[in-house]
Every structure is written in structure tokens, then in C-alpha cells.
């Protein structure tokens, strides 16, 4: 069976620090992967997706950026958090024959 | 682009009663999905329930079902039989038709509390 994993479950970080957040996945190949911000009081807003190894697509203007080394892994980075950067980051997949997302458990970034 | 509406921020429900939660859509797609999801306090992202565009019939699964009017662009949940673990915020999402990259569009959620 698949799952996904995400780390870590929080962050407290001070602004202007770096970020780094991990998103895995296993038990399938050649996933799409997503990563969805969720600030306080909002729904789900897209921030990135893949749907290859090195293939992003970027969603929304921002200070973030995001990597897919690894067939299964995807990474969301910042040289430099802002406040407005706080929030719940999901990550998800899917594959090409499903019409429908798999999330993770989340990460709870704060920054002060 | 589309947009998902959902123009309730919290309801609540007494225990074993039904409720409706609202969501409309604004989309020049003619074949998508329609999805709804619940976020318990754990934050985990789970799906409720699906709906093809194409489907005149209206989803079940269990105590949740949909009433989709696709002309309207309007597709509510339905919960019966309201119980204490259905406290979480429920999500209405969109997906174009098509491969499974499409990403989701997501409503601004409604916060459900039952009471008991």
C-alpha cells in the first residue's frame, strides 16, 4: 500500500532563517506531487506540483521554491522565511489514472 | 480559472440530526470532478466523497451524499445521522477533467461542530 510521508510535524523558525520541508512517498512510481499551503482561517491554496523528476510548476508568486530530486520525494525551500510564510504546508500525490489526491499528515510552520 | 465557493465559515448540527453544507463553483469546463473532503482537528485531509461531472446521479457513500446541480454549479454535502466524530472542516474542491495531474481547487472550507 502507498503512503506519504511529511517532516517534520512542526517548525518554529525566526524571520529571515531558511526553510527546508521533505515530503515522501512510497509504495508507488512515478507519482504527481503537490504542495498546498493552508493559512489561518483560508482553504487550501496550490503552491507547487511535479509531475516528474526536475519538472515544477509553480502556482503563486512567492519567496518558495521546490525541488523533486527523487522520483518520490519533493522538497519546498526558502533562503528567507517571511511572517507571512506561517501555515500548514500539505503535500499530496496522485498518479495518472486517479482522480483523486493523497495527502500527508502535514507540517505546522510558524515563523517569528 | 476556476473558483470554488463555499459560503458558510461554521455550522453546527445536534448529534443524530442531518445537515447541509453549501459549495458553488464557477468553471467553463464541461466534464470535471467535484470532491469533498474533511479535516478533522488531527489536520489530516480526507475524502469524502466524489462526483463526476458527467454523472447525473448524485454520489453516496454511507451517511454523506451530494445534491449536484450542474447547471446551478452547485454541489452541497449532505450528512444524516450527524455524529461527534464528523466535528472538522469540510472542504469542496474542483479537478478538471483529464489526466491525474490536474491539480485541486479548494473552497474556503466550513467548520462543522455537532453537538451532542
Given at each position: 500500500?502507498?503512503?506519504?510521508?511529511?517532516w517534520?510535524?512542526?517548525?518554529?523558525q525566526?524571520?529571515?532563517?531558511?526553510l527546508?520541508?521533505?515530503?515522501t512517498?512510497?509504495?508507488?512510481?512515478?507519482p504527481?506531487?503537490?504542495?498546498?499551503?493552508?493559512a489561518?482561517g483560508r482553504?487550501?491554496?496550490?503552491?507547487?506540483?511535479?509531475?516528474?523528476?526536475?519538472q515544477?510548476?509553480?502556482?503563486?508568486?512567492?519567496?518558495?521554491?521546490?525541488s523533486?530530486?527523487?522520483?518520490?520525494?519533493?522538497i519546498?525551500?526558502?533562503?528567507?522565511?517571511?511572517?507571512?510564510?506561517?501555515?500548514?504546508?500539505?503535500?499530496?500525490?496522485?498518479l495518472?489514472?486517479?482522480?483523486?489526491?493523497?495527502?500527508?499528515?502535514?507540517?505546522?510552520?510558524?515563523v517569528? | 480559472?476556476?473558483?470554488?465557493?463555499?459560503s458558510?465559515?461554521?455550522?453546527?448540527?445536534?448529534?443524530?440530526?442531518?445537515?447541509?453544507?453549501?459549495?458553488?463553483?464557477?468553471?467553463?469546463?464541461s466534464?470535471?470532478?467535484?470532491?469533498?473532503?474533511k479535516?478533522?482537528?488531527?489536520?489530516?485531509?480526507?475524502?469524502?466523497?466524489?462526483?463526476?461531472?458527467?454523472?447525473?446521479?448524485?454520489?453516496?457513500?454511507?451517511?454523506?451524499?451530494?445534491?449536484?446541480?450542474?447547471?446551478?454549479?452547485?454541489?452541497s454535502?449532505?450528512?444524516?445521522?450527524?455524529?461527534?466524530?464528523?466535528t472538522?472542516?469540510?472542504?469542496?474542491?474542483?479537478?478538471?477533467?483529464?489526466?491525474?495531474?490536474?491539480?485541486?481547487?479548494?473552497?474556503?472550507g466550513?467548520r462543522?461542530?455537532?453537538?451532542?
Amino acid at each position: 500500500s502507498q503512503t506519504i510521508h511529511q517532516w517534520p510535524a512542526t517548525l518554529v523558525q525566526p524571520v529571515g532563517s531558511p526553510l527546508s520541508l521533505e515530503c515522501t512517498v512510497e509504495g508507488t512510481s512515478n507519482p504527481n506531487l503537490y504542495w498546498y499551503r493552508q493559512a489561518a482561517g483560508r482553504g487550501l491554496q496550490l503552491l507547487f506540483y511535479s509531475v516528474g523528476i526536475g519538472q515544477i510548476s509553480s502556482e503563486v508568486p512567492q519567496n518558495l521554491s521546490a525541488s523533486r530530486p527523487q522520483d518520490r520525494q519533493f522538497i519546498l525551500s526558502s533562503k528567507k522565511l517571511l511572517l507571512s510564510d506561517s501555515g500548514f504546508y500539505l503535500c499530496a500525490w496522485s498518479l495518472e489514472t486517479y482522480n483523486e489526491q493523497f495527502f500527508g499528515p502535514g507540517t505546522r510552520l510558524t515563523v517569528l | 480559472a476556476q473558483t470554488v465557493t463555499q459560503s458558510q465559515p461554521e455550522m453546527s448540527v445536534q448529534e443524530a440530526e442531518t445537515v447541509t453544507l453549501s459549495c458553488t463553483y464557477d468553471t467553463s469546463e464541461s466534464n470535471y470532478y467535484l470532491f469533498w473532503y474533511k479535516q478533522p482537528p488531527s489536520r489530516q485531509m480526507i475524502l469524502v466523497i466524489r462526483q463526476e461531472a458527467y454523472k447525473q446521479q448524485n454520489a453516496t457513500e454511507n451517511r454523506f451524499s451530494v445534491n449536484f446541480q450542474k447547471a446551478a454549479k452547485s454541489f452541497s454535502l449532505k450528512i444524516s445521522d450527524s455524529q461527534l466524530g464528523d466535528t472538522a472542516m469540510y472542504f469542496c474542491a474542483f479537478m478538471k477533467w483529464g489526466s491525474g495531474n490536474t491539480p485541486l481547487v479548494f473552497g474556503k472550507g466550513t467548520r462543522l461542530s455537532v453537538i451532542a
